[in-house]
């Protein structure tokens, strides 16, 4: 079972913490070093010179001024991958369908002020998730339930490895 502390500041999972810190923003300078993450899950330094690379990875996120950055986002997009998963294969082939107002689709928030996890439920209108809509409240809570470390990674903190 995970251990899982959320504040203000930082989430804490089984003991390694996560602090809130706003990502720097913004290109680094022709010939400056930038971080990123390769599909092996490696973090590298590299001089932005411009190239196609270099272009692709500050356009995809794939873009960080420090290593703390670069692990943490590597640390969310596995987080979210595992939700994902989780959720596709709970819901056995099942789509929301946006056109069918009569269909029930359910998603899942955190709540800054009570801080917990909770799932809601909507029929037309789309919330901002990244995250799959879920057929059922029995999923979202089974989500939430099993995977509340991953969601917490989802909140955006920065690494403290």
Not at 102 to 109: A, E, N
Request: proline share 1%; net charge negative; aromatic share 12%.
């Amino acid at each position: 079972m995970n251990t899982i502390k959320i504040n203000d500041t930082t989430v804490e999972v089984d003991g390694v913490t996560y602090t809130r810190e706003a990502k720097q923003t913004g290109r680094v300078a022709k010939g400056g070093v930038y971080k990123f993450v390769t599909i092996n899950g490696v973090v590298i330094t590299t001089s932005d010179n411009r190239s196609k690379e270099d272009d692709y990875r500050y356009l995809t996120g794939n873009y960080f001024h420090t290593k703390e950055e670069a692990v943490a986002a590597e640390e969310r997009t596995k987080a979210i991958g595992r939700v994902t998963h989780a959720i596709n294969e709970l819901n056995d082939g099942w789509a929301a369908d946006w056109s069918d107002a009569f269909q029930c689709k359910y998603h899942l928030y955190y709540d800054h002020n009570d801080k917990f996890f909770e799932w809601g439920a909507t029929y037309s209108s789309q919330e901002d998730c990244i995250l799959p809509q879920m057929r059922g409240k029995e999923i979202a809570s089974k989500i939430i339930k099993d995977h509340a470390a991953d969601l917490a990674l989802d909140l955006p903190f920065t690494s403290s490895k």
